[in-house]
């Protein structure tokens, strides 16, 4: 499952044209937040991959969902595995 | 006003700087990102090390600045009081916009700084790979609050310029060794091990606490300044201070 899905992903800000769910820079953007709460490479890969999982369940039933939407969802989910990866996910954009 | 007088002053000043967070922030996101993207302990160093001096580097230069141009305006050992009524005019300027909005409203550290400068800053710490990159952000950093960190700065040089040269040096290193102290823990906890979401956690649970604390300390300092050097002087000059 690293294919890109038929899903378009409105952009939270609305600037920005929608583009297709891409499960690789979801896998990306979290295991860089595990990363950066010091996990190792194997098991940020692996919560990684529980999360995108979990997201594309969620994803199955929706052919429109909004940038927000799938942060929200993942951040959620990521919650369950490791906490501190995830304040990092969602609150990386508040910080400055 | 004496030379330890003077330094106290010129050390709350620091504390106030200290207290502000552009910097921390960009060097909290930017320890996030390098982390994130799996990069060596000793590249993290580096740039913790690059952004520290860039930030104290840019501290420097416009304390020095600031001091060469006011070299200018005050040629004796007084500083006019005009010159001290406008401080602490900009001190309790300072103080009150740090109270009402220092922080945006919401989640997180968000500042209350024009977007694209914020925008920049962490597009910014995003891209910075090598320690010239972090020296650079380190300086943009502290240019990007000098909104808020003009008004202690400007009173440290004012009570800086009339010292003895060595004691101004210890101003100039008292000032800059206090400001930076902050972003210096921050990257000492971060190079320490200590995990950003932590850090990050703390910063927001205590972030009315220092906003409270900023203002209330340009208060207290523009008001002693004022009573001491805007209305004690005219008494003095009309005989009714002893």
């Not at chain 1, 979801?26 to 919560?47: F, V, W, Y």
């Not at chain 1, 529980?50 to 989910?77: F, N």
């Amino acid at each position: 499952m690293t294919g890109d899905k038929a899903i378009d992903i409105v952009k939270s800000s609305g600037k920005r044209s929608t583009e297709s769910f891409s499960r690789d820079k979801l896998h990306h953007s979290i295991k860089a937040a595990c990363l950066s709460e010091r996990s190792h490479d194997g098991e940020a890969t692996n919560t990684a991959d529980k999360v995108c999982d979990a997201v594309i369940i969620w994803l199955e039933q929706r052919p429109v969902v909004t940038s927000h939407d799938i942060r929200r969802v993942a951040s959620k989910h990521l919650t369950r595995y490791h906490p501190g990866a995830a304040y990092i996910y969602e609150h990386h954009r508040y910080t400055i | 006003m004496t030379d330890i007088i003077a330094l106290s002053i010129v050390c709350l000043a620091a504390l106030i700087h200290a207290s502000f967070q552009l910097s921390i922030s960009t060097l909290t996101l930017m320890s996030g990102h390098s982390l994130g993207h799996g990069r060596s302990h000793m590249r993290l160093l580096s740039l913790l090390g690059g952004f520290t001096l860039g930030a104290t580097t840019m501290t420097t230069l416009l304390l020095c600045t600031l001091g060469l141009l006011l070299s200018y305006l005050v040629t004796s050992q007084q500083v006019p009081s005009v010159l001290w009524a406008a401080s602490c005019g900009m001190l309790f300027g300072v103080g009150l916009a740090v109270w009402l909005f220092y922080y945006r409203k919401g989640k997180g550290t968000m500042l209350w700084l024009p977007r694209q400068t914020a925008e920049f800053l962490a597009e910014r710490s995003k891209k910075t790979k090598n320690t010239g990159e972090a020296f650079a952000l380190g300086l943009a950093s502290v240019f990007g609050e000098l909104l808020f960190i003009a008004a202690p700065l400007l009173v440290s040089v004012l009570i800086i310029l009339p010292l003895a040269p060595s004691v101004q040096l210890s101003g100039i290193l008292l000032y800059v060794g206090i400001s930076m102290s902050s972003l210096l823990i921050v990257a000492m906890l971060v190079s320490g091990g200590h995990k950003i979401s932590e850090i990050q956690r703390w910063r927001e649970a205590n972030k009315t606490f220092l906003q409270f604390t900023a203002g209330s300390a340009l208060f207290v300092l523009g008001f002693y300044l004022y009573v001491n050097e805007v209305l004690t002087i005219p008494l003095a000059a009309g005989g009714l201070a002893s």
